[in-house]
Every structure is written in C-alpha cells, then in structure tokens.
Nanobody, 126 residues
Framework: QLQLLQSGGGSVRAGGSLSLSCTTSRRSISNYAMAWIRQAPGQERDVVASINWSGGEKYYADSVKGRATISRNNNNRNTVYLEMISLKVEDTAVYFC??????????????????WGQGTQVTVSS
C-alpha cells in the first residue's frame, strides 16, 4: 500500500502563490506517475497537473497552464511538488496528491489514479 502525505496549502489572496508537497511511504516510486488533483465544492475531481515516472513528461489543465509547475524528486523521499502563481478565486478547492502505477504518459483523469493523499484545502480570496 502506497501512502501519500501532503503538506502546504491554506488561505491565499488572489494574485498570490502557493506551494504544495507530497511525500510517499516507499523508497522508490519510479514506476508511478504522480498528480495533483483538485475538487471544488459540488464539482468532480479534476487533474490540475500530472508528471510521469521520470519527470520528463508533464500535463497541465488549461485552467492552470502558465501558472502551475509540477515537479518530482525521486531521490528526496520521493517528493512531488506543485507551485502555483497568480492564484485566482476559482483555484479554491481541496487539493489531493495522487499516484498511478504506470510508466506511460501521466494520466489526465482522476479515476485513473490508485492512491491518494489526505487532501488539503486551498482558499483564494479576492
């Protein structure tokens, strides 16, 4: 069982930035794609950004392109990061770290992910 532990998030003013991190329980997650997925109230979970096992391939949702950066460090407690700038009120959501057991392109649908972090609230105020 792969466990994911998230940190970061909280309340931010519009135009500000946020940093999220996610560490894993295994020594190696080199065969997992990782993602940050968010869920706003009353909406489905959407992949914000995802990264393949090596970090060489990334996907960003249109809503965050140019504002978000996903990265991973397979040597440092297998940590995955999300940095976002120019935050908007509509970025308000619960953000989840997630992992999918695949070495192919990073999945773009939330249902393709097998393991999930505990979730962290991000609230952007105007």
């Amino acid at each position: 069982q792969l466990q994911l532990l998230q940190s970061g998030g909280g309340s931010v003013r519009a135009g500000g930035s946020l940093s999220l991190s996610c560490t894993t329980s295994r020594r190696s997650i080199s065969n997992y794609a990782m993602a940050w997925i968010r869920q706003a109230p009353g909406q489905e979970r959407d992949v914000v950004a995802s990264i393949n096992w090596s970090g060489g391939e990334k996907y960003y949702a249109d809503s965050v392109k140019g504002r978000a950066t996903i990265s991973r460090n397979n040597n440092n407690r297998n940590t995955v990061y999300l940095e976002m700038i120019s935050l908007k009120v509509e970025d308000t959501a619960v953000y989840f770290c997630a992992a999918a057991s695949t070495t192919r392109a990073p999945p773009r649908l939330a249902r393709e992910y097998d393991y999930w972090g505990q979730g962290t609230q991000v609230t952007v105020s105007s």
